[in-house]
């Protein structure tokens, strides 16, 4: 869970960008 969670912050930060 703890890895999903850090892949989902990742993509959103990137799909922010």
């Known amino acids: ?3 999903s969670n850090r892949n ?3 993509k959103s ?3 922010e960008m």
Do not use: F, P, S
């Open 1 to 3: 869970i703890l890895c």
């Open 8 to 10: 989902v912050n990742e």
């Open 13 to 15: 930060k990137t799909d």
